[in-house]
T-cell receptor, first 111, second 115 residues
Framework: GDSVTQMEGPVTLSEEAFLTINCTYT??????LFWYVQYPGEGLQLLLK?????DKGSNKGFEATYRKETTSFHLEKGSVQVSDSAVYFC??????????FGTGTSLTVIP | ETGVTQSPTHLIKTRGQQVTLRCSSQ?????VSWYQQALGQGPQFIFQ???????GRGNFPPRFSGLQFPNYSSELNVNALELDDSALYLC??????????????FGPGTRLTVL
């Protein structure tokens, strides 16, 4: 079945450090891929998405490229800020009416 | 524009009881999805409704049921509560028929504790 595996946390980085959160997927069809973010005390928000192979999603300095050959959708940011501290979820859907989420990666950025 | 709202915020029930959780979709959205998020886990898809019809269901038993109303608000009902049902229940709305390009907008969730 369809599933997403993302890197275990928690991750702690100093401000301005480079961030990578790994995400790999298994899908029976042609998935669309997403990164969601959950800030403390808030609901899930869509951070970025990619709907086909080699697409790059980007938002707020975050980027992720849909790699079909490695079935990956790693999240990256060149210079993290304290305000990026949150839990990040990788997700996929092949049908649009059923989404599969990873277990989440908690990021803490320290000044 | 009002976002997705859920009620109640917190709820405590005992094993065997029944519970109803409510969700108001973002204005204009005709699709709603429900998720269960256990502590430290990612959201697990329960089901989706599109224009009052169930449009997809995850691996949850029939005691999890739902409704979507003509105004596109929604309910999640859980019968015969079990301890493992303790979780954050999330509602997400989107515009369209639940296609893969539809962005889902999540509510803040209802925290259910089953004792």
């Amino acid at each position: 079945g369809d599933s997403v595996t993302q890197m275990e946390g928690p991750v702690t980085l100093s401000e301005e450090a480079f961030l990578t959160i790994n995400c790999t997927y298994t899908a029976t069809g042609y998935p669309s891929l997403f990164w969601y973010v959950q800030y403390p005390g808030e609901g899930l928000q869509l951070l970025l998405k990619a709907t086909k192979a080699d697409d790059k999603g980007s938002n707020k300095g975050f980027e992720a490229t849909y790699r079909k050959e490695t079935t990956s959708f790693h999240l990256e940011k060149g210079s993290v800020q304290v305000s990026d501290s949150a839990v990040y979820f990788c997700a996929l859907t092949t049908t649009g009416n059923q989404f599969y989420f990873g277990t989440g990666t908690s990021l803490t950025v320290i000044p | 524009e009002t976002g997705v709202t859920q009620s109640p915020t917190h709820l405590i029930k005992t094993r065997g009881q029944q519970v109803t959780l409510r969700c108001s979709s973002q204005s204009g959205h005709n699709t709603v999805s429900w998720y269960q998020q256990a502590l430290g886990q990612g959201p697990q898809f329960i089901f989706q409704y599109y224009r009052e019809e169930e449009n997809g269901r995850g691996n949850f038993p029939p005691r999890f049921s739902g409704l979507q109303f003509p105004n596109y608000s929604s309910e999640l009902n859980v019968n015969a509560l079990e301890l493992d049902d303790s979780a954050l229940y999330l509602c997400a709305s989107s515009l369209g028929s639940g296609g893969p390009f539809d962005e889902q907008f999540f509510g803040p969730g209802t925290r259910l504790t089953v004792l």
